[in-house]
């Protein structure tokens, strides 16, 4: 977590800050899609971002995860300057995102998609294995999901679940989703992101995070 904080920098954030953005400025050709944007999460706490299409919701996400670099402001982990130049660097600092469109290899299993690039995997981890510790996450945060089901068989919502047990399999206890329930029908969002992963993790003192719903 220390290799990409930046040289020198002061915390300007305080520790007990899971994530912040101060200054945050991100531009797009013909478009500053995130002007000036300062954002504090504190652990346990879960915020929703709203705002009409284009309101630059997915690129401050993006920021916060490191699909994207700001052009100006900081990032700041724990109290910590950094800099992700990728998803990867974001879940290596324990930053999570589940986009909106679903990333899933719809002829492989649940497991095999939750497992698959994973930067921890050195070597070829047997099924059996990998479906024990999909089911291990899929219990503990309360996402009940078919470790062995081919994804192409699933619901859009089962779908979802299954992004987001990836997500958590990796380590992520700052979760951002980019509108979790658009693809969803209401009973489904209720279930889905609502209630038993975000508020189990807030009694568990957990720092899970819902940037967007509508
Ligand atoms: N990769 C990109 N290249 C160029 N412009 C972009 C890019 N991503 C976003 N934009 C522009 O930045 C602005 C903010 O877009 P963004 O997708 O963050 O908004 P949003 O609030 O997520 O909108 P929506 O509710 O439609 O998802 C928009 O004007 C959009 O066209
Ligand atoms: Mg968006």
Known sequence: MTDNA??????????????????VTKRFPGVVANADVDFELRQGEVHTLLGENGAGKSTLAAMLCGLYQPDEGQIFRLGQAIRLRSPREGLAHGIGMVHQHFRLIPRFTVAENVVLGDPQQSFIMKPSEAEDRVAQISERFGLPIDPRAVVSDLTVGQRQRVE???????????????????????????????????????????????????
């Open 164 to 214: 987001i047990v990836k997500v958590l399999y990796r380590g992520a206890d700052v979760l951002l989703l980019d509108e979790p329930t658009a693809v969803l029908t209401p009973p489904g969002s209720q279930r889905s992101v609502r209630h038993r992963p975000v508020d189990d993790q807030r009694r568990q003192g957990g720092r899970l995070h819902q940037p967007q719903a509508r």
């Open 6 to 23: 930046l040289p020198g920098a002061a915390p300007a954030s305080p520790r007990g800050v899971a994530l912040a953005a101060r200054g």
